[in-house]
């Protein structure tokens, strides 16, 4: 099935095809990165300033000719055609107008026949850029990247990333260390060593040495291309592309690929700056990879097949409290669609938080088994919350695969269920996957498209990004869609209240990596929208939840007892009060440590 949201590290690439001039290099090394975006082929005549720019004319017919055979083979629209008495100008208002993550250029050809040098190259464009020194091959084997934390170790990622996925070929990254340590380079590349840990596919390769250029050039002679980051010493008088890289040019023949941000240069290059900014290279890459829509798993027969094929069982819990309006319509539509004329649940339970309305009725006359959670292992006491609820339903279900929906939900439609079925069932690597969704805001008698996910925005995302930048990808991290494998989920510990779906993302990516977790986009849900106060008090249990992550990471008590206390203000008859409230977020252990529930998938297991 074909990904909704696979899409290139690259999403459009300039390459110039210039008259007179090799131009291959440059072609095959935009063909080996753009995957599925846009290469944009920028014609360029240089007319001597002597002649006139009529001169031109049957140049650019030529030269217009050729552009247009190449958009043939898909993947690449053509610019207009320019003669210019001032090539590299007109390249500069090209690249201004069409603004590509990248431009590629072919050293020294093009470079020659645009009348610029590579000093002023790296200097000048307002873009990211690629000087390919060719040969560069049509079709890459082996991508060698080197790597050392510089400012442009973010770009040359990225392209690195792009060819082996564009071309499904191994990409190895190089990390050189000096014979006798240097703490500042060391420094650099900490916050890159993170993301590579992202990046199981990618092949690592750590060398001592004391002349860098040499054990560079002995390395890259196994591969088909190297890419390196320009200097990061802009004042270094022996060329522009500094000591390491200028050395290596002039004695190794193997293509390589020189790459410079358009982002300024750090003040403190001994920084981790360039591993902060490569989350980003880190958090596309799985973005695309690993996010999904419900319209890809329309084949209900195709994801039974699957199912019966991999041999497992699909619980679906669902959490409630007081929802006597809308659990008969979720059940039912469930029930008929996923259950009786596609068997793809084979179990669905209601777990209640002791709702005082007929929740619990409505299921049982559907025939629902129904679970008052604070009843289940009431030996570990009764606490109150979703996350409880969530916990608990991990002990009274069996189905390998455990899904859970809110049942609250007005529009419920099939496809909240299938498309966090079918992310699991299609992909064996992922533990753990959310819905998303979009949110509309109802305000008075009107209905705001996107209003809703106010904590999502003002509290959830920016604090993922903040303190677990890997997971800024997520666009709705607490969404009440999701479900994973029991393998997975029984290891981890639950927060019982509103934390809940935090706290599982956390533990999923620090205990399986960011691969294990993918998203899947259900559409439109209609809710019931809570009032400020509720909000207030969920963002104040999500922030104490995520302040308990970093306490497990950091070792060390960040909160004292008392700030687990909020003062609600109210305002009533002319004046306003405080209301103090306990919103302690507490968590459950992982399921698989409790006895009972080891006696009993035991019991299951020999059943």
Wanted: charged share 20%.
């Amino acid at each position: 099935m074909r990904n909704k949201y696979t899409k290139s590290i690259f999403q459009s690439i300039l390459v110039p095809v210039i008259n007179e001039c090799n131009n291959q290099s440059a072609l095959f090394a935009a063909r080996s990165l753009i995957g599925a975006g846009t290469i944009y082929l920028a014609g360029i005549v240089g007319i001597p300033e002597k002649e006139s720019l009529s001169a031109g004319a049957e140049p650019v017919r030529q030269l217009r000719k050729a552009i247009r055979g190449l958009t043939q083979e898909g993947q690449v629209n053509e610019v207009q055609v320019h003669a210019t008495h001032a090539p590299w100008d007109e390249l500069l208002r090209i690249v201004k107008h069409y603004s590509p993550e990248l431009l590629v250029l072919d050293w020294p050809c093009q470079l020659t026949n645009l009348g610029i040098s590579p000093a002023d190259v790296l200097e000048s464009v307002p873009c990211n850029v690629a000087l390919v020194r060719g040969p560069f091959p049509e079709k890459p084997r082996r991508i060698l990247v080197s790597l050392r934390g510089g400012p442009y170790a973010e770009l040359s990622l990225r392209i690195g990333l792009a060819i082996s996925r564009a071309r499904q070929v191994p990409m190895t990254v190089l990390h050189l260390k000096p014979l006798e340590g240097n703490s500042a380079v060391e420094a650099a590349f900490k916050g890159i060593d993170r993301i590579l840990s992202y990046l199981p596919d990618v092949q690592r390769l750590e060398l001592f040495a004391d002349d860098f250029p040499s054990a560079i050039r002995e390395t890259a002679s196994e591969y088909d291309a190297v890419i390196l980051g320009a200097s990061a010493l802009p004042d270094y008088p022996g060329g522009p592309f500094g000591p390491v890289v200028e050395t290596f040019l002039k004695k190794s023949p193997v293509s390589a690929i020189i790459v410079k941000s358009q982002r300024p240069m750090p003040p403190d290059l001994g920084s981790e700056t360039s591993g902060q900014t490569a989350i980003s290279v880190l958090v596309d890459k799985w973005f695309a990879e690993n996010t999904y829509h419900t319209n890809e798993f329309t084949d209900l027969d195709y994801l039974l097949a699957i199912k019966k094929r991999q041999d497992l069982t699909i619980s679906l819990a669902l959490p409630a409290l007081n929802e006597e309006k809308t659990v008969g319509e979720v059940i039912s539509s469930i029930q008929n669609s996923l259950m009786k004329k596609y068997p793809l649940i084979d179990e669905m339970v209601l777990m209640d938080s002791d709702s005082t309305d007929q929740t619990r009725s409505i299921a049982e006359s559907l025939g629902v088994p129904v679970y008052i959670h604070q009843q289940i292992l009431p030996q570990y006491g009764a606490r109150y919350g979703k996350g409880e609820a969530l916990w608990k339903s991990l002990f009274v279900t069996r189905g390998e695969l455990l899904l859970w929906i809110d049942t609250d939900i007005v529009n419920i439609q099939p496809h909240f269920v299938y498309g966090l079925a079918g992310v699991l069932l299609n992909n064996p690597q992922v533990q753990f996957v959310k819905g998303f969704y979009r949110r509309p805001l109802k305000v008075g008698d009107k209905m705001q498209a996107s209003g809703g996910g106010r904590v999502t925005e003002l509290t959830a995302r920016p604090l993922l990004n903040l303190f677990y930048p890997e997971l800024s990808g997520i666009v709705q991290p607490l969404s009440g869609e999701y479900g994973g494998r029991r393998a997975a989920l029984e290891q981890l510990p639950f927060f019982s209240g509103y934390g809940v779906e935090i706290g599982l993302l956390i533990d999923v990516l620090e205990r399986f990596g960011l691969h294990a977790v993918a998203q899947v986009d259900l559409q439109e849900r209609v809710h019931h929208n809570q009032p400020l106060e509720s909000l207030s008090k969920m963002s104040f249990a999500i922030i104490q939840a995520v302040i308990h992550k970093l306490e497990q990471r950091y070792g060390r008590d960040l909160v004292e007892d008392v700030n687990r206390t909020m003062k609600l203000i109210h305002y009533k008859q002319g004046h306003l009060f405080l209301e103090v409230e306990e919103i302690a977020e507490q968590s459950r252990p992982p399921i698989i440590e409790l006895q009972e529930y080891r006696e009993k998938l035991s019991h299951l297991g020999s059943a």
